[in-house]
């Protein structure tokens, strides 16, 4: 019986071992999805920024034209 309990607790904590890095390497991909999503939404914010700048711009040539 005893032989069993020890088998079974060395089972458990090879399992839990397992289940922390398996832990710590999702929390290390998701800050790594986290940081890249950052990136492309300052991305996304400069270029919708950049095509506004261009929208206003043309419509400035636009109004000056219809004078």
Do not use: C, P, Y
């Not at 071992?17 to 290390?28: I, K, P, Y």
């Not at 940081?35 to 506004?52: D, N, V």
Request: zero cysteines; hydrophobic letters at 30%.
């Amino acid at each position: 019986m005893e032989k069993q309990l020890r088998d079974r607790l060395r089972e458990l904590t090879e399992e839990f071992a397992n289940g922390q890095n398996l832990l710590a390497d999702l929390q290390r991909r998701e800050r790594s999805l986290r940081e890249t999503l950052l990136r492309i939404s300052g991305a996304i914010q400069l270029l919708e920024e950049e095509l506004g700048k261009t929208e206003d711009s043309n419509k400035v040539g636009e109004d000056e034209h219809a004078d």
